[in-house]
């Protein structure tokens, strides 16, 4: 199971982006996805997340400002960040806490590589 975000480039403050993350490969289901960034120094850190249900999470100061929604049909979750701040400059990662891959085996703690957001004039 692999999953590849896309959607990461350069945007002016005050701009909008839209991330994607989809998994790839034979599973039966993924449990919470969600994403979490780093900035450059810091500590990574839980930007938002959602079940499988539609349940949502998310960093207290980045409520109403971002949006974390997924389509179950298309294994994949978005992200859609509105209203963004140099300090939101980070790298984005996808990351799902379990994927039932067969009844037999579970993958956990599954992370993509990452997609750069810079936020800059």
């Known amino acids: 199971v692999q999953l590849v975000e896309s959607g990461g480039g350069l945007v002016q403050p005050g701009g909008s982006l839209r991330l994607s993350c989809t998994a790839s490969?034979?599973?039966?289901?993924?449990?919470?996805m969600g994403w979490y960034r780093q900035a450059p120094g810091k500590e990574r850190e839980l930007v938002a997340g959602i079940t499988s249900a539609g349940s949502t999470k998310y960093a207290e100061s980045l409520k109403g400002r971002f949006t974390i929604y997924r389509d179950n049909a298309k294994n994949t979750v978005y992200l859609q960040m509105n209203s963004l701040k140099p300090e939101y400059t980070a790298v984005y990662c996808c990351h799902s806490d379990r994927v039932v891959v067969t009844i037999f085996r579970t993958e956990r703690e599954v992370w993509g590589p990452g997609t750069l957001v810079t936020v800059s004039s």
């Open positions: 490969g034979r599973f039966f289901s993924i449990d919470t």
